[in-house]
């Protein structure tokens, strides 16, 4: 699931990677369904145009302006389209990423690999684009992350979960910062199970100035480069 807005630059790029990622996965699962959607909200641009070009992608459009909407908007179309095909919510995991991002060819392979260990949740890392930051930003941002030790950071850029429990947990809130964290926080209160992995590590974009007021932009404007 992809929230999108104004994303025209780098839409393309994002859904290349999760269908060579799709592709990877009916490799050694041809029996598992995927489902991609796009939610383009509030865009102004042709971000919407530029997803329907991609091959499997559905798109749908909001006018919420607040990435928690697209979100549940995104996750209510998989699971309906998934519903009418006669798959039950049980069995369905929920794949999030963002439209700034690149996901490894592995990526939905190692979610899988979860699941099937027992995983509810799987809080995955990412790691900026170096082509859009300085010599120095980059050496600050390795001194800080360790390759095999995930520091279970939430991102919406790289967070997988079962159905299941995200219904327990009452799916993503209408917010427009840090939906995905709040979400995390209540599938803890549930006892879901949630593992950090940086086995599916997601590229995603360096750039200072995000589309909501803080996430990942904002730890790199304020908190990274300070």
């Known amino acids: 699931m992809v929230p999108a807005r104004d994303e025209s630059a ?6 290349a990677a999760v269908g060579v990622a799709r592709h990877r996965l009916h490799d050694d699962h041809q029996e598992v369904r995927v489902v991609t959607v796009v939610v383009a909200d509030a865009c102004t641009d042709d971000t919407a145009e530029l ?3 991609a091959p ?3 798109v749908v459009e909001t006018a919420g302006g607040a990435v928690g909407v697209a979100r ?4 209510d179309r998989a699971m309906r389209l998934l519903a009418a095909e006669g798959v039950d919510e049980s069995a369905v995991w929920i794949a999030n990423t963002d439209a700034d991002s690149v996901v490894p060819p592995q990526w939905l392979v190692a979610q899988v690999a979860l699941a099937d260990d027992g995983s509810d949740v799987m809080v995955g890392t990412v790691r900026p684009d170096f082509a859009d930051l300085s010599a120095e930003q ?5 001194a800080r992350h360790t390759p095999g030790r995930p520091n279970g950071h939430v991102h919406g850029a790289n967070l997988g979960l079962r159905a299941s429990a995200y219904r327990a947990a009452g799916g993503f809130d209408a ?4 939906e995905d964290v709040v979400l995390v926080e209540r599938l803890r209160e549930t006892d879901a199970v949630v593992t950090a ?3 599916g590590e997601v590229l995603t974009s360096g ?12 730890y790199l404007a304020f908190d990274l480069l300070a």
Not at 175 to 178: E, G
Not at 207 to 218: D, E, H, K, Q, S
């Open 56 to 58: 499997g992608v559905t």
């Open 138 to 142: 980059i050496a600050a941002w390795t």
């Open 197 to 199: 992995s940086d086995a």
């Open 207 to 218: 750039r200072r100035v995000g589309r909501t007021r803080g996430g990942y932009a904002g």
């Open 175 to 178: 917010l427009d910062l840090h």
């Open 51 to 53: 997803a329907r070009r």
């Open 10 to 15: 780098l839409i393309e790029r994002c859904l």
């Open 72 to 75: 549940a908007a995104g996750v």
